[in-house]
Nanobody
């Protein structure tokens, strides 16, 4: 079974940057789509960024466009989320997911990591 392990979360002040990593194991390839979702307490899980692992085409939620960048390193089965100009409203648990349909709906993703916490203070 595919395992996804996130890392790179932490606490930063508003305006700061963080880089999240998601390493996939027990797979020969990481699948067609990799995505980052986030979930704040009391909120639904929402899509942040999606990448087609073959072409590298990326999609972003409006809330993060221009600030976050998703990228992949297929040879290492790893996906990254570079986050700049972080805001307090970016505070959430961030999850990596793998699936075959590159959309922002969580139900379309088969595999999930355990999450990494991002906290942005004002």
């Amino acid at each position: 079974q595919v395992q996804l392990v996130e890392s790179g979360g932490g606490s930063v002040q508003a305006g700061g940057s963080l880089r999240l990593s998601c390493a996939a194991s027990r797979v020969t390839t990481i699948g067609k789509c990799m995505a980052w979702f986030r979930q704040a307490p009391g909120e639904e899980r929402e899509g942040v960024a999606v990448i087609y692992t073959g072409s590298g085409t990326a999609l972003y939620a409006d809330a993060v466009k221009g600030r976050f960048t998703i990228s992949r390193e297929n040879g290492k089965n790893t996906v990254y989320l570079q986050m700049h100009r972080l805001k307090p409203e970016d505070t959430a648990m961030y999850y990596c997911a793998a699936g075959e349909t590159c959309i922002f709906s969580p139900s379309w993703y088969n595999y999930w990591g355990q999450g990494t916490q991002v906290t942005v203070s004002s």
